[in-house]
T-cell receptor, first 113, second 111 residues
Framework: DAGITQSPRHKVTETGTPVTLRCHQT?????MYWYRQDPGHGLRLIHYSYGVKDTDKGEVSDGYSVSRSKTEDFLLTLESATSSQTSVYFC????????????FGAGTRLSVL | QKEVEQDPGPLSVPEGAIVSLNCTYSNSAFQYFMWYRQYSRKGPELLMYTYSSGNKEDGRFTAQVDKSSKYISLFIRDSQPSDSATYLCAMGSSNTGKLIFGQGTTLQVKP
């Protein structure tokens, strides 16, 4: 998985609770991404980061925030989880030399009840 | 209209068949094209990558890009049960550094 660790791998939570997903990389890549994957929609970009404290919104950023205080960690937070945020979340990193190639983690399966 | 369209399938073929997976796109600014393979409950893994129009071959896999028609394909020769997975096309441009993914096509190769 290209040195990417996502945690937790599975989570069940209740509507209205905050949730934080963690992506950790060991290879000092500059770019990190958070996607969600849902049937019929493929992978959709939530937020991405192009350096420490440098982040930007993706296609489906509403209801999500991110932080990157260290190169190796990129956190995705659902401030108040909703059932529509039930999904599989993937973190990706970009190759150091060619930022267009992305490598993915194993995913976090989140259920919001 | 989505920027990238991909037939979700599912596609079921017998072992040894030639498989053709396709995507169309609308944004002529896309410069590079990728195919990812995703096994059930796993993350996507890069399978093929190309910048240019034409064919690129890697073992049993051939990626084809036709920029004039805004159409890309992935061919799998002598398909194996181990090829059973979801295949996602993805494309992007250097301007944005972001990838746009198709919905994915689920392939089953039956022994």
């Amino acid at each position: 998985d290209a040195g990417i660790t996502q945690s937790p791998r599975h989570k069940v939570t209740e509507t209205g609770t905050p949730v934080t997903l963690r992506c950790h990389q060991t290879e000092n890549h500059r770019y990190m991404y958070w996607y969600r994957q849902d049937p019929g929609h493929g992978l959709r970009l939530i937020h991405y980061s192009y350096g420490v404290k440098d982040t930007d919104k993706g296609e489906v950023s509403d209801g999500y925030s991110v932080s990157r205080s260290k190169t190796e960690d990129f956190l995705l937070t659902l401030e108040s989880a909703t059932s529509s945020q039930t999904s599989v979340y993937f973190c990706a990193i970009s190759d150091r030399d060619r930022e267009d190639i992305q490598y993915f983690g194993a995913g976090t399966r989140l259920s919001v009840l | 209209q989505k920027e990238v369209e991909q037939d979700p399938g599912p596609l079921s073929v017998p072992e040894g068949a030639i498989v053709s997976l396709n995507c169309t796109y609308s944004n002529s600014a896309f410069q590079y094209f990728m195919w990812y393979r995703q096994y059930s409950r796993k993350g996507p893994e890069l399978l093929m990558y190309t910048y240019s129009s034409g064919n690129k071959e890697d073992g049993r896999f051939t990626a084809q890009v036709d920029k004039s028609s805004k159409y890309i394909s992935l061919f799998i020769r002598d398909s194996q049960p181990s090829d059973s997975a979801t295949y996602l096309c993805a494309m992007g441009s250097s301007n944005t550094g972001k990838l746009i993914f198709g919905q994915g096509t689920t392939l089953q190769v039956k022994p």
